[in-house]
Nanobody, 116 residues
């Protein structure tokens, strides 16, 4: 019984920046990892970035050096700072969280569109 509310998506020109936020609410005992996935039209969903409870991060090769994932454990919130955006970054971005008790939850998705 956890809800993930995403915000920050929108339309931006190539080279611009966006910051996505995802706040978890509901019956939360302990969050292990949080992450961001994306799915473009006609493509499979792919991992963008993830971060552990202790702050260890990893990124897809396509976004390394451009995106930064962070989290505020007190607020149960994860962020994705996206810089130097490219048209190929256009996709629906989904927030994901894994609880220590073993359950996984997904957000509703937020659209990111990068124009050329």
């Amino acid at each position: 019984q956890v809800q993930l509310v995403e915000s920050g998506g929108g339309l931006v020109q190539a080279g611009g920046s966006l910051r996505l936020s995802c706040a978890a609410s509901g019956t939360i005992f302990s969050i292990n990892t949080m992450g961001w996935y994306r799915q473009a039209p006609g493509k499979q969903r792919e991992l963008v970035a993830r971060i552990t409870r202790g702050g260890v991060t990893n990124y897809a090769d396509s976004v390394k050096g451009r995106f930064t994932i962070s989290r505020d454990n007190a607020k149960n919130t994860v962020y994705l700072q996206m810089n130097s955006l490219k048209p190929e970054d256009t996709a629906v971005y989904y927030c994901n969280t894994n609880l220590v008790i073993g359950k996984t939850y997904w957000g509703q998705g937020t659209q990111v569109t990068v124009s050329s």
